[in-house]
Structures are given as C-alpha cells and as structure tokens.
C-alpha cells in the first residue's frame, strides 16, 4: 500500500507526478486536510514560505516526515518536530546561484529603472512623452551582505564582477579573502550604501532590519531582501521609504505574504517579486528531485541526503 502524503504547497508537473506514482498524495492549503484523511499522513512536502502551520501539525498524529522544497526551515516550528520525532529536510545547495541571481537583478532593475523603462517602452510612449528619469549607477557601490552562508557568498561573487566593495555581517567572522567582517548589523549599514538580507529568518532575526538600520543607509541607500520578510521591519521600511530617507527597496519577499503593503505596491522606490528567487525550470527541479528523494529514502529506510532534523 502507497504511503499517504500531504502536499502543502504546489511543485512542478513533473515532481507532482513522481510524488503521486509513489504515494497518494492529498492536497491541502494551509487550513489543513479533512480529520478522515488527517490520521493516514504520513509525510508532507511543502515550501519554505508555508512551512507547515503549528495547527496542521497537531492534526497530523501519523506524521513522519516533513520535506521542505526550500532551504528556509523558520515556518517549520523544527524544536517541536524533534520532540514528536519528526523528521525534516531541506534542499540546501540546488538553489544558491538563483538566489544569488535575483538579488543582483533587483538591484539592478532598482537602481536603473528597468521595470519603468519597460512600461514606457512598451505603452508606445518613446518618441511621445519624456524619457524615464536616469538611473543610478551599479558598479563600485559598497555592498553590506546581511547572513554570509551559502546564498550570501555567491551575492558577494557576483557584487565583486561589479566592482563593488563588499562587507557582511554574521554571527562570527568567516574569513573570507575581499569581504570585511562587521560585527553588527548597524555599523554595517551605516558604513555602505547597498545592503542585502541573506539571512534566515525565525525569532532570532525578526525585524532585526529596524528603522535606525535603514536611516544608516541613508537617502541614497538601498535595500535588497531575497531572504525572509520578518527580517525586515515592515513598517519603519514604509516610513523610511515614503519620507525619502531610504533611497529604495528591491523586495522579493514580505512580511504577511501573499499580502504585500499598499504603500510598497504603489511606491517608486520599490521593485517588487512574489517570492520568486529559486523559481527557475531548472532549480525548482533540482529542488524538486532532492524532496522526491529524501521522501523516498525515508519511506525505504535508509539515510536521508539533506536532513535538517
Ligand atoms: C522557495 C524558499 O520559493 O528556499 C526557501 O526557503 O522560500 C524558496 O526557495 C519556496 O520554498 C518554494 O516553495
């Protein structure tokens, strides 16, 4: 007999179909799964967004296995899973590059206005109305990289193609060669112009991006975050936008996510994603493929390739 599934969050075609020849696989949004059905699961696939709700949880007394199809475990509340002797995993590795990626086409499409040029290419309205505003130039800016793991290194590699100067900060000094330790996040903000969030969320990093650090960016500062809305302070970022104090925001993820602050969704000083950074055909098979198998490996047995729990 099939092992029964939850899947929490939809994945490609292709992994769906993988899942559904090896297990059945019940579908549910984060409300949870009908109480007949809640007493079979066994394991679930979700995002790291959706993680899975305390509530589902609870609901679930046969579950085994959570497999996250991301590397963010804040949504998973993972001391409880280790009580209940839950296993989880991730999808560590398959993903950096296209992390890596969107945060330097924010920054890009941000600071030269891409999205805006675009519009007005495409409204006709070249050789009409007058051009867009100048941008802002990329290159040689200084660079302060929020979380130095994996995603936060390949920032920092790309920055350097860029000629930027890089900083970061991190719980201790990685000693990394071209890239200066700062011990707090504070000073670091205060000392560049351009800081990006590659820190995992959860309580020990929410709103640590408060008003004092977006004040240090400064007027011509500006805010990147491909990592996890709770980070930032939601509000003090549409303050410090609306006053001017902060230059920009690229942002591909929120606070309260699908919503997203009308006055982010309005402003001009922002570049906006729907959690969006690992969403290529081919990581998200990669990520895909790495759920499938340790679902699989968990199912027959055997060790798991990227536990987490
Ligand atoms: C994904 C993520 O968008 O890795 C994470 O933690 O949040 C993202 O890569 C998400 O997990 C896909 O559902």
Wanted: glycine share 12%; with cysteine.
């Amino acid at each position: 007999m099939k092992p029964e599934i939850l899947l929490l969050d939809p994945m490609m075609d292709a992994i769906e179909k993988q899942l559904e020849a090896a297990y059945v696989v019940h579908r549910a949004g984060p409300a949870g799964v009908p109480a007949d059905v809640a007493g079979r699961i066994r394991g679930i696939a979700t995002g790291g967004g959706t993680g899975v709700p305390r509530a589902v949880m609870d609901s679930l007394p046969g579950l085994e296995i959570i497999a996250i199809n991301g590397i963010g475990t804040d949504a998973v509340d993972l001391v409880e899973a280790r009580r209940r002797g839950i296993r989880v995993t991730t999808t560590p590795g398959v993903l950096t590059d296209d992390v890596a990626d969107m945060a330097m086409g924010l920054l890009l499409s941000l600071l030269r206005g891409l999205p805006e040029s675009d519009r007005y290419v495409r409204a006709g309205a070249w050789g009409h109305d007058p051009a867009p505003p100048l941008g802002h130039r990329v290159s040689g800016r200084r660079m302060g990289i929020f979380g130095m793991g994996h995603v936060g290194q390949a920032i920092a590699a790309r920055a350097r193609a860029f000629n930027m100067a890089i900083a970061y900060t991190d719980r201790h000094d990685k000693h990394l060669p071209g890239c200066l330790f700062v011990p707090d996040l504070l000073t670091l903000a205060q000392g560049v112009d351009t800081l990006v969030i590659a820190a995992s969320g959860g309580v020990g990093s929410r709103n640590l991006v408060n008003a004092p650090v977006l004040a240090a960016l400064g007027p011509e500062g500006v805010l990147i975050n491909i990592a996890r809305g709770s980070i930032v302070d939601e509000a003090a970022l549409v303050a410090a936008l609306a006053a001017g104090t902060l230059g920009g925001a690229g942002l591909d993820v929120f606070a309260h996510e699908p919503d997203v602050p009308e006055a982010l969704r309005t402003s001009p000083r922002t570049v906006l994603q729907p959690h969006r950074a690992s969403a290529t055909v081919e990581t998200r098979l990669a990520m895909g493929q790495l759920v499938v198998a340790n679902l699989a490996a968990h199912f027959a047995g055997g060790p798991l390739p990227s536990p987490v729990v």
